[in-house]
């Protein structure tokens, strides 16, 4: 039994040398084949499949995706696509500008306060009266002779707030000006304090007939609206 396994492994052994050779063979011939066939097939020519001899660079060919309209048609694309996004930039800031500005211009009801007209011939000589302009208070006075003679004799070069009579009124009757004090804001009170105009209780700010500060913390003298008289008997201030 020994010497049968012996014999077969043998002969085994014997039939695998022999056919070794014609499988290399037909494996080499399978391999050269397919090497062929991808390259007859493939659209891109390796410089590494040939020999030592072949060249390594090769560039391949991209004709076929190159723009064949020459450069003019590019370009008139490329300022078409610049001019159009510039244009729609434009438009979108000069919208959102716009929007800006109506949002931060004054509404209706304070344009409807911009400018107040008043009768002039109500106010008799020597009487203030106080009205209301844009939310504050707006002192007009009709002077008497008097007091315009007053205030225009004044040495206004040593004041405080230096002004002359003539620079605070367009018609030398008619004192207009905001009735606010200068110091803090509060309201004077008319024909009162040590020259006659107008007396500020908070603080101590006495006034002249022409509205300068002749006395007290106040800085500067009473504010000037500007105003215009439209007719004789009318002014509008705003």
Not at 82 to 101: E, I, N, P, W, Y
Not at 177 to 192: D, K, S
Request: charged share 20%; net charge neutral.
């Amino acid at each position: 039994m020994p010497a049968l396994t012996s014999t077969a492994s043998t002969l085994v052994r014997t039939c695998a040398r022999q056919q070794l050779p014609a499988v290399r063979a037909s494996a080499a011939a399978m391999q050269k084949r397919s090497v062929t066939e991808v390259s007859n097939t493939s659209s891109f020519d390796s410089p590494f499949k040939g020999g030592t001899g072949a060249s390594t660079t090769k560039i391949p060919n991209f004709g076929q995706y190159r723009n064949r309209g020459g450069e003019t048609s590019n370009k008139v694309f490329q300022y078409f696509m610049v001019g159009s996004l510039g244009a729609l930039s434009a438009l979108g800031a000069k919208a959102t500008v716009q929007d800006f500005l109506v949002n931060m211009s004054a509404s209706a009801d304070v344009l409807a306060q911009a400018k107040v007209e008043i009768d002039l011939a109500s106010i008799p000589e020597g009487k203030n009266v106080i009205i209301k302009w844009r939310g504050k208070p707006v002192f007009i006075r009709h002077r008497t002779a008097d007091e315009i003679k007053e205030a225009e004799n004044t040495k206004w070069e040593a004041l405080r707030d230096p002004q002359p009579d003539s620079d605070r009124v367009q018609k030398p009757e008619w004192l207009i000006m905001l009735g606010v004090c200068t110091h803090l804001g509060c309201v004077p009170i008319g024909e009162a304090g040590d020259f006659g105009g107008w007396f500020c209780p908070c603080h101590g700010s006495h006034y002249d007939v022409s509205g300068r500060v002749r006395k007290g913390p106040a800085p500067l003298n009473l504010e000037v609206p500007e105003y215009s008289f439209p007719e004789e008997e009318k002014v509008i201030i705003g």
